[in-house]
């Protein structure tokens, strides 16, 4: 399964963005999907996942509320919408498949990431 992210770069705080993971390969509608991040120094963190169909969305609680994550099988992409950003969201963010869903959730495959920069 190969993933590509796009959507990243700057916004003012309080801002939004979306992010998108376009997916080939693989029985993609098969898969749960997740979005992880990334700082400089420090370990990467989920974010965010959604079962097979989209549904069952599952949140870190520092976007609860702000972030949604969506799937769309037919077109084998992955989206993160983000709202009232803040400069702690700053981060590489990933696009991955994940499996565990419901319990701890861990990557299986990687997209190479797309920056997000909030400024204060």
């Known amino acids: 399964v190969q993933l590509v992210e796009s959507g990243g770069g700057l916004v003012q705080a309080g801002g939004s963005l979306r992010l998108s993971c376009a997916a080939s390969g693989g029985t993609f509608w098969a898969y749960s999907v997740g979005w992880f991040r990334q700082v400089p120094g420090k370990e990467r963190e989920f974010v965010a996942a959604a079962d097979w169909s989209g549904g069952n969305p599952t949140y870190a609680e520092f976007v609860k509320g702000r972030f949604t994550i969506s799937k769309d099988n037919d077109k084998k992409m992955v989206y993160l919408q983000m709202d009232n950003l803040k400069s702690e969201d700053t981060a590489v963010y990933y696009c991955?498949?994940?499996?565990?869903?419901?319990?701890?959730?861990?990557?299986?495959?990687w997209g190479q990431g797309t920056q997000v920069t909030v400024s204060s």
């Open positions: 991955a498949v994940v499996h565990g869903y419901g319990g701890p959730i861990q990557a299986d495959y």
